[in-house]
């Protein structure tokens, strides 16, 4: 119970597919609950748990990637539709700005998501993705500095423009 809506959040960002997370979540706590009895203890409870549901979502995307690719001209096109209706307000803004952090490499989206979205520290990311604290400012940093650069691109990138939609 204590772990059950953390691993639903992680599958949640690691996925983006909220029926794939709930799939990847049961069959997470299933795992969980029949290899408990195996755990030794060399890792701490909380990172083994959420080793195994990364592990069940890496499984997922694993699939989901043999079974439908999606290029990054096809996601170029993507974004360049959103772009021309974003004059519309903010919600188109802000799903310009979702579909530009879903196009990101895996593991500049999951540290990006995992901090700034589902509001972690830089410790409970590199715990729930199993990486170095190192790893996580990293792949922010450089998630950062690729969304800024696409929204140069599509001339958005001037923070006034995103500080009036807030306001």
């Known amino acids: 119970d204590r772990y059950e809506r953390k691993i639903f959040r992680l599958c949640c960002s690691l996925l983006r597919e909220r029926a794939q997370a709930e799939d990847a979540a ?36 694993e699939r989901r990637r043999e079974s439908e690719s999606l290029s990054d001209e096809a996601v170029a096109v993507e974004a360049d539709a959103a772009h021309s209706t974003a004059a519309a307000g903010d919600q188109d803004h802000l799903a310009l700005l979702r579909e530009l952090v879903d196009a990101l490499p895996d593991r500049y989206r999951q540290a990006l998501t995992l901090f700034y979205y589902e509001d ?18 990293t792949n922010l940093h450089r998630a950062r500095a690729l969304l800024t650069q696409r929204l140069e ?11 009036e939609q807030a306001a």
Do not use: H
Not at 40 to 57: H, K, Q
Not at 132 to 137: F, N, R
Not at 158 to 163: E, F, G, Q, R, T
């Open 153 to 163: 691109k599509l001339g958005l990138a001037d923070a006034a423009l995103w500080l």
């Open 120 to 137: 972690r520290s830089i410790a409970e990311v590199a715990e729930m993705l199993g990486v170095p604290e190192g790893t996580v400012k």
């Open 26 to 61: 049961q069959e997470s706590l299933l795992r969980i609950w029949k290899a408990l009895p195996g755990f030794d203890g060399r890792a701490s409870l909380s990172t083994w748990i959420y080793t195994i549901a990364r592990n069940r979502c890496y499984t997922a995307i």
